[in-house]
């Protein structure tokens, strides 16, 4: 019985010790108001000069096109940030960036981002367009 009372005893202090322990932890992590507003400052859109960038190169030496023509094309090219994404569909590397491109679309679309996928094919299978 009084071994019994002993190991509670122990393993109630054991207990106090370890919740002391988390509570000083827990306490020591102080989450720094400025970095949650660093954070907002980087995720809010600010205005950017765009005489500061580039045109887009004109794309020449296409020979099919899937959902667009030339002619569209350059119109919708137009103030936009272009990104070309040149990739060929049997290219596992290219095949694992697509959720990146799509999520970009989605996010940034509206904000003037323009992703022209430009399929270079490597082998000759890939060069037919029934096969894209």
Not at 41 to 53: A, Q, R
């Amino acid at each position: 019985m009084k071994t019994e009372i002993k190991n509670a005893i122990i393993f109630g202090i054991v207990i106090i010790i370890i919740v002391g322990i988390i509570s000083v932890i827990l306490s020591s992590l102080n989450f720094d108001t400025q970095t949650t507003e660093t954070i907002h400052e980087i995720n809010s859109i600010t205005k950017i000069d765009k005489s500061k960038f580039k045109k887009a190169p004109e794309i020449i030496g296409i020979t099919h096109y899937f959902n667009t023509t030339p002619e569209k094309l350059a119109n919708e090219i137009k103030g936009k940030v272009v990104l070309y994404d040149i990739w060929t569909y049997s290219c596992i590397n290219c095949v694992r960036t697509l959720p990146y491109i799509v999520a970009w679309n989605e996010k940034y679309s509206d904000s003037g981002l323009l992703i022209i996928g430009i399929h270079s094919p490597e082998f000759e299978f890939e060069k037919i367009p029934e096969n894209v």
